[in-house]
């Protein structure tokens, strides 16, 4: 399957830093979505982009589909201690109930009060 | 409360022993998934139920099997355990016609096998 490449796999910051990761892929997907995921939780949707070019925000986040469809980021302004946690960047294909969507490996967020 | 519940939360197999994971929803989705979470791996398909009544294969699915017993559960066994099955299991539901949108994730099952 497609193979998608989160970066960095880690990252430690300073309390109100900016944070930015992303994502890229050798093909193409329709879908972009960015997920966290708390510990001994399961991911919860944060921000999804059906649109090359797009560019979304929700609160603090904001996520940009990339315009060759290939690669997607998400910035966090101004971080607070309850983003830690992993994050997500997923791909999918198509918008129906099948198995094509694929997922990063996740960027591990660690935030210094 | 609404959502994806799975159990158990956590469980230590010995090689070769059988369990099923369990996996409940109530938001009425018709699609379920089964994925198992390994560091540096991120999320990998092991089985899928497009609908009640049908499941299809992933992209990990040998070691494990699945059952769609009615809408709202999806469960998945591991008939002879090994180590390599050591993971964190997730169950997803999703909304019909929502795509990507409508996933929603249990909590987990944390398993390992010695």
């Known amino acids: 399957g497609q193979q998608l490449n989160q970066s960095p796999q880690s990252m430690f910051i300073q309390e109100g830093e900016d944070v930015s990761m992303n994502c890229t892929s050798s093909?193409?997907?329709?879908?972009w979505l960015w997920y966290k995921q708390d510990p001994g939780e399961g991911p919860v949707l944060l921000i999804a982009?059906?649109?090359?070019?797009e560019l979304t925000s929700n609160g603090r986040l904001t996520a940009q589909f990339g315009i060759t469809r290939k690669d997607s980021f998400l910035n966090i302004s101004a971080s607070i201690p309850s983003d830690v946690g992993i994050y997500f960047c997923a791909g999918q294909l198509g918008q129906s109930n099948n198995n094509d969507m694929r997922f990063g490996a996740g960027t591990r967020l660690t935030v210094k009060p | 409360n609404a959502g994806v519940t799975q159990t158990p939360k956590f469980q230590v197999l010995k090689t070769g022993q059988s369990m099923t994971l369990q996996c409940a929803q109530d938001?009425?989705?018709?699609?379920m998934y089964w994925y198992r979470q390994d560091p540096g791996m991120g999320l990998r398909l092991i089985y899928y139920?497009?609908?009640?009544?049908?499941?299809d294969k992933g992209e990990v699915p040998n070691g494990y099997n699945v059952s769609r017993l009615n809408k709202r559960e999806f469960s998945l066994r591991l008939e002879s355990a090994a180590p390599s099955q050591t993971s964190v299991y997730f169950c997803?539901?999703?909304?019909?016609?929502?795509?990507?949108?409508?996933?929603?994730f249990g909590s987990g099952t944390r398993l390992t096998v010695v």
């Open positions: 093909s193409i997907f329709n879908t």
């Open positions: 997803a539901s999703q909304l019909p016609g929502q795509g990507a949108n409508g996933y929603t």
């Open positions: 938001m009425n989705h018709n699609s």
């Open positions: 139920s497009a609908s009640e009544g049908t499941t």
């Open positions: 982009l059906y649109k090359a070019g």
